[in-house]
Protein backbone atom coordinates (compact mmCIF):
# COMPACT_ATOMS: atom_id res chain seq x y z
CA UNK A 1 0.00 0.00 0.00
CA UNK A 2 3.20 2.22 0.69
CA UNK A 3 3.47 4.90 -2.01
CA UNK A 4 7.32 4.70 -3.48
CA UNK A 5 9.24 7.71 -4.73
CA UNK A 6 9.13 6.73 -8.71
CA UNK A 7 12.37 7.65 -10.20
CA UNK A 8 11.23 5.58 -13.07
CA UNK A 9 8.38 8.41 -13.82
CA UNK A 10 10.39 11.64 -13.28
CA UNK A 11 12.62 9.99 -16.27
CA UNK A 12 9.72 8.80 -18.17
CA UNK A 13 12.07 5.60 -18.16
CA UNK A 14 11.02 3.17 -20.70
CA UNK A 15 12.27 0.42 -19.27
CA UNK A 16 9.84 0.35 -15.98
CA UNK A 17 6.62 2.32 -14.97
CA UNK A 18 4.70 2.24 -11.79
CA UNK A 19 1.29 -0.15 -12.37
CA UNK A 20 -0.55 0.74 -9.23
CA UNK A 21 -1.51 -1.78 -6.40
CA UNK A 22 -0.30 -5.51 -7.62
CA UNK A 23 -4.05 -6.65 -6.13
CA UNK A 24 -5.43 -5.20 -9.14
CA UNK A 25 -2.53 -6.31 -11.60
CA UNK A 26 -2.84 -8.49 -14.52
CA UNK A 27 0.01 -9.63 -16.67
CA UNK A 28 3.01 -11.66 -16.11
CA UNK A 29 6.02 -9.03 -16.01
CA UNK A 30 6.46 -7.09 -13.18
CA UNK A 31 8.35 -6.10 -10.01
CA UNK A 32 6.15 -6.31 -7.11
CA UNK A 33 7.32 -4.34 -3.59
CA UNK A 34 5.83 -6.60 -0.89
CA UNK A 35 6.54 -4.14 2.55
CA UNK A 36 6.15 -6.08 5.75
CA UNK A 37 5.09 -5.16 8.48
CA UNK A 38 3.46 -3.01 5.99
CA UNK A 39 3.38 0.65 6.52
CA UNK A 40 1.07 2.07 7.31
CA UNK A 41 -1.03 -0.43 8.96
CA UNK A 42 1.59 -2.68 10.12
CA UNK A 43 -0.08 -5.87 9.03
CA UNK A 44 2.27 -8.67 7.86
CA UNK A 45 2.15 -9.22 4.25
CA UNK A 46 3.06 -11.69 1.47
CA UNK A 47 3.76 -11.52 -2.49
CA UNK A 48 0.16 -11.37 -4.40
CA UNK A 49 1.42 -11.50 -7.58
CA UNK A 50 2.84 -15.11 -8.34
CA UNK A 51 4.06 -15.77 -11.86
CA UNK A 52 7.45 -16.51 -12.19
CA UNK A 53 8.35 -14.11 -14.83
CA UNK A 54 7.96 -11.64 -12.05
CA UNK A 55 10.18 -10.30 -9.44
CA UNK A 56 9.70 -9.89 -5.76
CA UNK A 57 10.88 -6.73 -3.75
CA UNK A 58 10.50 -7.77 -0.09
CA UNK A 59 10.96 -4.61 1.88
CA UNK A 60 11.90 -5.21 5.67
CA UNK A 61 12.29 -2.01 6.89
CA UNK A 62 10.28 -2.41 9.88
CA UNK A 63 10.87 -6.36 10.31
CA UNK A 64 12.43 -6.05 13.85
CA UNK A 65 11.39 -7.42 17.40
CA UNK A 66 10.42 -3.75 18.77
CA UNK A 67 7.76 -3.72 16.06
CA UNK A 68 5.99 -6.63 15.25
CA UNK A 69 6.83 -10.74 16.61
CA UNK A 70 9.52 -12.42 14.18
CA UNK A 71 8.05 -15.72 13.35
CA UNK A 72 10.86 -17.01 10.70
CA UNK A 73 13.83 -16.18 9.64
CA UNK A 74 13.77 -13.87 6.23
CA UNK A 75 14.30 -15.74 3.36
CA UNK A 76 12.84 -13.85 0.01
CA UNK A 77 15.21 -12.98 -3.01
CA UNK A 78 15.64 -9.67 -2.34
CA UNK A 79 15.11 -8.21 0.68
CA UNK A 80 15.84 -4.67 1.72
CA UNK A 81 16.44 -2.89 5.47
CA UNK A 82 17.27 -0.04 6.53
CA UNK A 83 19.08 1.62 9.64
CA UNK A 84 16.20 4.30 9.68
CA UNK A 85 13.47 2.08 10.93
CA UNK A 86 16.14 0.03 13.13
CA UNK A 87 17.37 2.53 15.07
CA UNK A 88 16.11 5.89 14.31
CA UNK A 89 18.98 6.86 12.37
CA UNK A 90 16.76 8.22 9.06
CA UNK A 91 18.60 10.96 8.63
CA UNK A 92 22.21 9.05 8.12
CA UNK A 93 20.15 7.53 4.67
CA UNK A 94 21.94 4.17 4.69
CA UNK A 95 20.25 0.65 4.27
CA UNK A 96 21.09 -2.83 2.97
CA UNK A 97 19.70 -5.39 0.62
CA UNK A 98 20.12 -9.14 0.99
CA UNK A 99 19.83 -10.34 -2.57
CA UNK A 100 20.38 -14.21 -3.66
CA UNK A 101 21.10 -13.60 -7.62
CA UNK A 102 24.53 -12.11 -7.39
CA UNK A 103 23.20 -10.46 -10.90
CA UNK A 104 20.51 -8.84 -9.76
CA UNK A 105 22.93 -7.53 -6.69
CA UNK A 106 25.86 -6.47 -9.11
CA UNK A 107 22.55 -4.24 -11.00
CA UNK A 108 21.81 -2.75 -7.64
CA UNK A 109 25.18 -1.77 -6.47
CA UNK A 110 25.34 -0.64 -10.21
CA UNK A 111 22.56 1.71 -9.60
CA UNK A 112 23.79 3.14 -6.46
CA UNK A 113 26.98 4.12 -8.39
CA UNK A 114 25.20 5.70 -11.06
CA UNK A 115 22.47 7.41 -9.01
CA UNK A 116 25.07 8.79 -6.18
CA UNK A 117 28.53 7.27 -7.21
CA UNK A 118 28.15 4.90 -3.93
CA UNK A 119 27.11 5.92 -0.03
CA UNK A 120 28.29 8.47 1.59
CA UNK A 121 31.32 7.50 4.03
CA UNK A 122 30.32 9.25 6.39
CA UNK A 123 27.07 7.33 6.82
CA UNK A 124 29.05 4.40 6.21
CA UNK A 125 30.90 5.09 9.81
CA UNK A 126 27.84 6.14 11.46
CA UNK A 127 25.90 2.77 10.58
CA UNK A 128 28.93 0.14 11.11
CA UNK A 129 28.99 2.38 14.76
CA UNK A 130 25.42 1.86 15.24
CA UNK A 131 25.22 -1.52 14.22
CA UNK A 132 28.61 -2.74 16.38
CA UNK A 133 26.77 -1.08 19.45
CA UNK A 134 23.45 -2.98 18.69
CA UNK A 135 24.91 -6.40 18.33
CA UNK A 136 27.23 -5.61 21.51
CA UNK A 137 24.17 -5.27 23.67
CA UNK A 138 23.42 -9.16 23.20
CA UNK A 139 26.95 -10.15 22.11
CA UNK A 140 29.70 -9.29 24.45
CA UNK A 141 29.09 -11.05 27.65
CA UNK A 142 30.66 -8.25 30.05
CA UNK A 143 27.23 -6.78 28.88
CA UNK A 144 25.00 -9.36 29.46
CA UNK A 145 24.07 -8.39 32.68
CA UNK A 146 22.98 -4.68 31.62
CA UNK A 147 19.67 -4.96 30.12
CA UNK A 148 19.29 -1.82 29.20
CA UNK A 149 21.71 -1.77 27.05
CA UNK A 150 19.54 -4.42 24.63
CA UNK A 151 18.42 -2.48 21.97
CA UNK A 152 15.55 -4.44 20.85
CA UNK A 153 13.84 -5.22 24.15
CA UNK A 154 14.59 -1.29 25.37
CA UNK A 155 12.05 -0.46 21.78
CA UNK A 156 9.81 -3.24 22.88
CA UNK A 157 9.16 -1.63 26.53
CA UNK A 158 8.81 1.67 24.84
CA UNK A 159 6.60 1.08 21.92
CA UNK A 160 4.84 -1.51 24.25
CA UNK A 161 3.79 1.62 26.54
CA UNK A 162 2.68 4.11 23.94
CA UNK A 163 0.44 1.02 22.21
CA UNK A 164 -1.37 1.03 25.48
CA UNK A 165 -1.87 4.55 25.88
CA UNK A 166 -3.01 4.99 22.51
CA UNK A 167 -5.37 2.04 22.60
CA UNK A 168 -6.79 3.92 26.11
CA UNK A 169 -6.99 7.50 24.35
CA UNK A 170 -8.77 5.46 21.94
CA UNK A 171 -11.26 3.83 23.16
CA UNK A 172 -12.45 7.08 25.58
CA UNK A 173 -12.46 9.51 22.69
CA UNK A 174 -15.05 6.90 21.30
CA UNK A 175 -14.25 8.53 18.06
CA UNK A 176 -11.60 5.79 16.43
CA UNK A 177 -10.63 2.53 15.93
CA UNK A 178 -7.68 0.76 15.25
CA UNK A 179 -6.53 -2.22 13.08
CA UNK A 180 -7.04 -6.27 15.06
CA UNK A 181 -3.78 -7.43 16.18
CA UNK A 182 -3.13 -10.95 16.80
CA UNK A 183 -0.56 -12.00 19.31
CA UNK A 184 2.00 -14.32 17.89
CA UNK A 185 5.22 -16.23 19.09
CA UNK A 186 8.29 -14.29 18.48
CA UNK A 187 11.39 -16.19 17.66
CA UNK A 188 13.45 -13.70 18.84
CA UNK A 189 12.09 -12.67 22.51
CA UNK A 190 10.37 -15.98 22.74
CA UNK A 191 7.43 -14.45 24.04
CA UNK A 192 3.87 -14.23 22.39
CA UNK A 193 3.86 -10.91 22.17
CA UNK A 194 1.11 -8.30 19.94
CA UNK A 195 3.08 -6.07 17.03
CA UNK A 196 3.44 -2.57 18.28
CA UNK A 197 3.81 -0.81 14.90
CA UNK A 198 5.84 2.38 14.53
CA UNK A 199 2.41 3.70 12.96
CA UNK A 200 -1.05 3.94 14.31
CA UNK A 201 -3.50 3.48 11.56
CA UNK A 202 -6.91 4.97 12.86
CA UNK A 203 -10.24 5.04 11.27
CA UNK A 204 -12.67 7.60 12.20
CA UNK A 205 -15.87 5.91 12.83
CA UNK A 206 -18.03 8.73 13.36
CA UNK A 207 -20.49 9.27 11.05
CA UNK A 208 -20.35 12.05 8.55
CA UNK A 209 -16.98 12.65 9.56
CA UNK A 210 -15.34 12.48 6.20
CA UNK A 211 -11.74 13.76 6.56
CA UNK A 212 -9.71 12.38 9.57
CA UNK A 213 -6.57 14.38 8.67
CA UNK A 214 -7.99 17.51 8.41
CA UNK A 215 -10.16 16.76 11.69
CA UNK A 216 -6.80 15.96 13.27
CA UNK A 217 -5.19 19.28 12.09
CA UNK A 218 -8.41 21.17 13.06
CA UNK A 219 -7.06 19.65 16.86
CA UNK A 220 -3.47 20.35 16.43
CA UNK A 221 -2.66 16.73 15.46
CA UNK A 222 -0.56 16.47 12.19
CA UNK A 223 -1.46 13.09 10.33
CA UNK A 224 -1.09 11.83 6.77
CA UNK A 225 -4.76 11.14 5.80
CA UNK A 226 -5.95 7.61 3.85
CA UNK A 227 -5.62 9.45 0.45
CA UNK A 228 -1.86 9.08 0.38
CA UNK A 229 -2.08 5.23 0.63
CA UNK A 230 -4.76 4.65 -1.87
CA UNK A 231 -7.76 4.75 0.41
CA UNK A 232 -10.44 6.94 1.91
CA UNK A 233 -9.98 9.35 3.57
CA UNK A 234 -11.23 8.38 7.06
CA UNK A 235 -8.00 6.92 7.62
CA UNK A 236 -5.07 8.77 8.95
CA UNK A 237 -1.56 7.94 9.95
CA UNK A 238 -0.22 8.97 12.87
CA UNK A 239 4.09 8.24 14.00
CA UNK A 240 4.42 5.90 17.34
CA UNK A 241 8.11 6.61 17.21
CA UNK A 242 8.47 10.89 17.22
CA UNK A 243 10.04 12.01 20.37
CA UNK A 244 8.54 11.19 23.68
CA UNK A 245 7.59 15.20 24.03
CA UNK A 246 5.77 14.49 21.08
CA UNK A 247 4.06 11.24 21.66
CA UNK A 248 2.53 12.38 25.32
CA UNK A 249 1.38 15.81 23.64
CA UNK A 250 -0.49 13.53 20.75
CA UNK A 251 -2.03 11.28 23.78
CA UNK A 252 -2.99 14.79 25.67
CA UNK A 253 -4.50 16.03 22.75
CA UNK A 254 -6.21 13.10 21.15
CA UNK A 255 -8.20 12.33 24.90
CA UNK A 256 -9.31 15.88 24.69
CA UNK A 257 -11.20 15.13 21.35
CA UNK A 258 -15.12 14.44 21.78
CA UNK B 1 35.22 15.71 -22.18
CA UNK B 2 34.63 14.14 -19.00
CA UNK B 3 32.36 10.95 -19.34
CA UNK B 4 29.16 11.59 -16.85
CA UNK B 5 27.44 8.91 -14.66
CA UNK B 6 23.72 8.28 -16.95
CA UNK B 7 21.05 7.41 -14.75
CA UNK B 8 18.89 8.78 -17.78
CA UNK B 9 20.53 5.43 -19.95
CA UNK B 10 20.36 3.20 -17.42
CA UNK B 11 16.19 3.66 -16.95
CA UNK B 12 16.14 3.94 -20.71
CA UNK B 13 14.47 7.82 -19.95
CA UNK B 14 11.51 8.98 -22.49
CA UNK B 15 13.16 12.64 -21.54
CA UNK B 16 16.56 12.85 -22.37
CA UNK B 17 19.44 10.56 -23.52
CA UNK B 18 23.25 11.15 -24.07
CA UNK B 19 24.31 12.68 -27.49
CA UNK B 20 27.72 12.88 -27.21
CA UNK B 21 30.22 15.74 -27.62
CA UNK B 22 28.47 18.62 -27.47
CA UNK B 23 30.97 19.75 -30.47
CA UNK B 24 29.15 17.73 -32.69
CA UNK B 25 26.08 18.27 -31.62
CA UNK B 26 23.19 19.22 -34.03
CA UNK B 27 19.76 20.41 -32.95
CA UNK B 28 18.65 23.36 -30.21
CA UNK B 29 16.88 20.43 -27.73
CA UNK B 30 19.55 19.85 -25.35
CA UNK B 31 21.44 19.88 -22.03
CA UNK B 32 25.37 20.84 -22.31
CA UNK B 33 27.56 19.89 -19.61
CA UNK B 34 30.48 22.25 -19.25
CA UNK B 35 33.70 20.80 -17.04
CA UNK B 36 35.50 23.69 -16.61
CA UNK B 37 38.82 23.57 -15.47
CA UNK B 38 38.15 20.59 -17.54
CA UNK B 39 38.60 17.09 -16.17
CA UNK B 40 41.40 15.01 -17.42
CA UNK B 41 43.17 17.99 -19.14
CA UNK B 42 42.71 21.11 -16.82
CA UNK B 43 41.58 24.02 -19.23
CA UNK B 44 39.27 26.32 -19.32
CA UNK B 45 35.62 25.88 -21.21
CA UNK B 46 33.06 27.78 -22.01
CA UNK B 47 30.05 26.53 -23.94
CA UNK B 48 29.96 25.22 -27.15
CA UNK B 49 26.20 25.29 -28.43
CA UNK B 50 24.11 28.35 -28.17
CA UNK B 51 20.98 27.69 -28.80
CA UNK B 52 18.22 29.98 -26.47
CA UNK B 53 16.31 26.31 -26.56
CA UNK B 54 18.72 24.54 -24.74
CA UNK B 55 19.96 24.96 -21.23
CA UNK B 56 23.83 25.06 -20.06
CA UNK B 57 25.00 23.71 -16.67
CA UNK B 58 28.66 24.05 -15.75
CA UNK B 59 30.56 21.78 -13.43
CA UNK B 60 33.00 23.87 -11.79
CA UNK B 61 33.74 21.26 -9.37
CA UNK B 62 37.74 22.45 -10.06
CA UNK B 63 37.29 26.34 -10.37
CA UNK B 64 39.12 26.92 -6.90
CA UNK B 65 42.67 28.82 -6.36
CA UNK B 66 44.68 25.87 -5.81
CA UNK B 67 44.01 24.44 -9.14
CA UNK B 68 43.50 27.43 -11.36
CA UNK B 69 43.48 31.44 -11.60
CA UNK B 70 40.25 32.77 -10.73
CA UNK B 71 39.77 34.88 -13.78
CA UNK B 72 36.44 35.91 -13.22
CA UNK B 73 32.99 35.71 -10.63
CA UNK B 74 31.44 32.45 -12.06
CA UNK B 75 27.86 33.79 -13.09
CA UNK B 76 26.00 31.21 -15.22
CA UNK B 77 22.83 29.74 -14.86
CA UNK B 78 23.60 26.41 -13.43
CA UNK B 79 26.42 25.87 -11.46
CA UNK B 80 27.88 22.53 -9.54
CA UNK B 81 30.05 22.69 -6.87
CA UNK B 82 31.36 19.75 -4.60
CA UNK B 83 33.63 19.17 -1.62
CA UNK B 84 34.84 16.39 -3.46
CA UNK B 85 37.67 18.47 -5.29
CA UNK B 86 37.40 21.57 -2.93
CA UNK B 87 38.60 20.17 0.10
CA UNK B 88 38.98 16.58 -1.10
CA UNK B 89 36.28 15.02 0.92
CA UNK B 90 34.85 12.79 -1.85
CA UNK B 91 33.62 10.44 0.13
CA UNK B 92 31.19 12.62 2.29
CA UNK B 93 29.34 12.57 -1.03
CA UNK B 94 28.12 16.05 -0.65
CA UNK B 95 28.21 18.80 -3.27
CA UNK B 96 25.82 21.65 -3.94
CA UNK B 97 24.20 24.24 -7.09
CA UNK B 98 23.77 27.86 -7.31
CA UNK B 99 20.72 27.74 -9.59
CA UNK B 100 19.22 31.40 -11.03
CA UNK B 101 15.85 29.82 -12.05
CA UNK B 102 13.99 29.05 -8.90
CA UNK B 103 11.35 26.61 -11.00
CA UNK B 104 14.95 24.88 -12.14
CA UNK B 105 16.19 24.77 -8.39
CA UNK B 106 12.99 23.16 -7.29
CA UNK B 107 13.08 20.42 -10.07
CA UNK B 108 16.81 19.60 -8.93
CA UNK B 109 15.40 19.26 -5.26
CA UNK B 110 12.50 16.82 -6.18
CA UNK B 111 15.42 14.75 -8.59
CA UNK B 112 17.48 14.25 -4.93
CA UNK B 113 14.36 13.86 -3.07
CA UNK B 114 12.85 11.06 -5.39
CA UNK B 115 16.31 9.30 -5.81
CA UNK B 116 18.02 9.69 -2.19
CA UNK B 117 14.92 11.16 -0.05
CA UNK B 118 17.51 13.75 0.53
CA UNK B 119 21.56 13.68 1.44
CA UNK B 120 22.34 12.54 4.48
CA UNK B 121 22.48 14.73 7.44
CA UNK B 122 26.08 12.78 8.53
CA UNK B 123 27.27 13.98 5.20
CA UNK B 124 25.84 17.84 5.75
CA UNK B 125 27.67 18.09 9.26
CA UNK B 126 30.19 16.73 7.83
CA UNK B 127 30.46 19.49 4.96
CA UNK B 128 29.40 22.47 7.19
CA UNK B 129 32.19 21.50 9.72
CA UNK B 130 34.18 21.67 6.42
CA UNK B 131 33.45 24.99 4.61
CA UNK B 132 33.35 26.62 8.24
CA UNK B 133 37.28 25.41 8.68
CA UNK B 134 37.69 26.74 5.56
CA UNK B 135 36.31 30.43 5.97
CA UNK B 136 37.42 30.81 9.59
CA UNK B 137 41.22 30.39 7.93
CA UNK B 138 40.07 33.36 5.60
CA UNK B 139 37.87 35.37 7.55
CA UNK B 140 38.55 34.60 11.59
CA UNK B 141 41.09 38.06 12.77
CA UNK B 142 42.87 35.54 15.53
CA UNK B 143 43.61 33.15 12.76
CA UNK B 144 45.10 36.07 10.05
CA UNK B 145 48.43 35.53 11.01
CA UNK B 146 48.63 32.11 10.22
CA UNK B 147 49.15 31.43 6.96
CA UNK B 148 49.10 27.30 7.31
CA UNK B 149 45.37 27.80 7.83
CA UNK B 150 44.13 29.00 4.48
CA UNK B 151 43.19 26.26 2.69
CA UNK B 152 43.61 27.60 -0.87
CA UNK B 153 47.34 28.85 -0.36
CA UNK B 154 48.27 25.33 1.16
CA UNK B 155 46.32 24.07 -2.02
CA UNK B 156 48.19 25.60 -4.14
CA UNK B 157 52.05 25.95 -2.77
CA UNK B 158 51.37 21.70 -2.36
CA UNK B 159 50.12 21.29 -5.87
CA UNK B 160 53.00 24.03 -7.21
CA UNK B 161 55.56 21.75 -6.20
CA UNK B 162 54.06 18.47 -7.72
CA UNK B 163 53.96 20.12 -10.99
CA UNK B 164 57.00 21.27 -10.63
CA UNK B 165 58.21 17.81 -9.64
CA UNK B 166 55.63 16.14 -12.99
CA UNK B 167 57.60 18.31 -14.87
CA UNK B 168 61.52 17.89 -14.56
CA UNK B 169 60.03 14.07 -14.35
CA UNK B 170 58.45 14.50 -17.96
CA UNK B 171 60.96 16.14 -19.06
CA UNK B 172 64.02 14.24 -18.29
CA UNK B 173 62.09 11.35 -19.71
CA UNK B 174 61.75 12.57 -23.02
CA UNK B 175 58.97 10.11 -23.72
CA UNK B 176 55.87 12.50 -22.65
CA UNK B 177 54.59 15.82 -22.75
CA UNK B 178 51.69 17.79 -21.15
CA UNK B 179 49.56 20.16 -22.32
CA UNK B 180 50.48 24.20 -22.20
CA UNK B 181 49.42 25.97 -19.92
CA UNK B 182 49.31 29.80 -20.01
CA UNK B 183 49.90 31.89 -16.38
CA UNK B 184 47.18 34.73 -16.05
CA UNK B 185 45.96 36.57 -13.47
CA UNK B 186 44.10 35.40 -10.52
CA UNK B 187 41.60 37.67 -8.51
CA UNK B 188 41.81 35.60 -5.35
CA UNK B 189 45.54 35.51 -4.91
CA UNK B 190 46.35 38.88 -6.99
CA UNK B 191 49.27 37.28 -8.62
CA UNK B 192 49.76 35.80 -11.83
CA UNK B 193 50.35 32.11 -11.89
CA UNK B 194 49.96 28.73 -13.95
CA UNK B 195 47.33 26.53 -13.14
CA UNK B 196 47.38 23.70 -11.06
CA UNK B 197 44.99 20.90 -12.61
CA UNK B 198 43.91 18.15 -9.80
CA UNK B 199 45.11 15.68 -13.35
CA UNK B 200 47.88 15.48 -15.50
CA UNK B 201 47.06 15.10 -19.06
CA UNK B 202 49.69 13.15 -20.25
CA UNK B 203 50.56 12.44 -24.14
CA UNK B 204 53.01 9.86 -25.12
CA UNK B 205 55.10 10.97 -27.72
CA UNK B 206 57.13 7.99 -28.80
CA UNK B 207 56.66 6.45 -31.92
CA UNK B 208 54.99 3.01 -32.09
CA UNK B 209 54.03 3.29 -28.49
CA UNK B 210 50.05 2.93 -28.74
CA UNK B 211 48.93 2.37 -25.59
CA UNK B 212 49.81 4.43 -23.31
CA UNK B 213 47.64 3.43 -20.05
CA UNK B 214 49.69 -0.19 -20.84
CA UNK B 215 52.57 1.64 -20.91
CA UNK B 216 52.51 2.65 -17.25
CA UNK B 217 50.86 -0.36 -16.36
CA UNK B 218 53.49 -2.10 -17.29
CA UNK B 219 55.85 0.21 -14.90
CA UNK B 220 53.30 -0.24 -12.11
CA UNK B 221 51.81 2.88 -12.32
CA UNK B 222 47.97 3.34 -12.64
CA UNK B 223 46.04 5.67 -14.77
CA UNK B 224 43.34 5.72 -16.97
CA UNK B 225 43.65 5.93 -20.44
CA UNK B 226 42.33 8.45 -23.23
CA UNK B 227 39.63 6.69 -24.38
CA UNK B 228 37.75 6.87 -21.26
CA UNK B 229 37.62 10.53 -22.38
CA UNK B 230 36.78 9.97 -26.36
CA UNK B 231 40.61 10.53 -27.49
CA UNK B 232 42.87 8.41 -28.67
CA UNK B 233 44.86 6.21 -26.45
CA UNK B 234 48.06 7.53 -26.80
CA UNK B 235 46.59 9.82 -23.89
CA UNK B 236 46.86 8.90 -20.21
CA UNK B 237 45.25 10.44 -16.80
CA UNK B 238 47.09 10.59 -14.10
CA UNK B 239 46.40 12.01 -10.27
CA UNK B 240 47.83 14.94 -8.69
CA UNK B 241 45.97 14.93 -5.39
CA UNK B 242 46.96 11.21 -4.17
CA UNK B 243 48.85 11.18 -1.05
CA UNK B 244 52.18 12.37 -0.56
CA UNK B 245 53.64 9.24 -0.54
CA UNK B 246 52.07 7.77 -3.37
CA UNK B 247 52.89 10.61 -5.39
CA UNK B 248 56.76 10.72 -4.90
CA UNK B 249 56.48 7.13 -5.82
CA UNK B 250 54.79 8.44 -9.13
CA UNK B 251 57.42 10.55 -9.83
CA UNK B 252 60.43 8.19 -8.88
CA UNK B 253 58.64 5.40 -11.25
CA UNK B 254 58.23 8.07 -13.85
CA UNK B 255 62.13 9.04 -13.41
CA UNK B 256 62.95 5.98 -14.17
CA UNK B 257 61.34 4.97 -17.68
CA UNK B 258 63.48 4.94 -20.51
Redesign the interface.
Known sequence: MQSF????D???????RWSGDASTFEGDAYIEVVCSPNNPDGSIREAVLKSSNGKTIHDLAYYWPQYTPITAAADHDIMLFTVSKLSGHA????GWALVKDAEVAKKMV??I???????????Q??AATILKAISDGYERPDLQTKPGLKMFEFGRRLLSMRWQKLREAVKSSGIFTLPDIQSVHCKFTGETTEACPAFAWLKCEREGMQDCADFFKKHKILTRGGGHFGVESNYARVSMVDRDETFDLFIERLMSLR
Chains 1, 2 share one sequence.
Open positions: PRITYLRSGLYGTRLKFELNTIGVSKDSLR
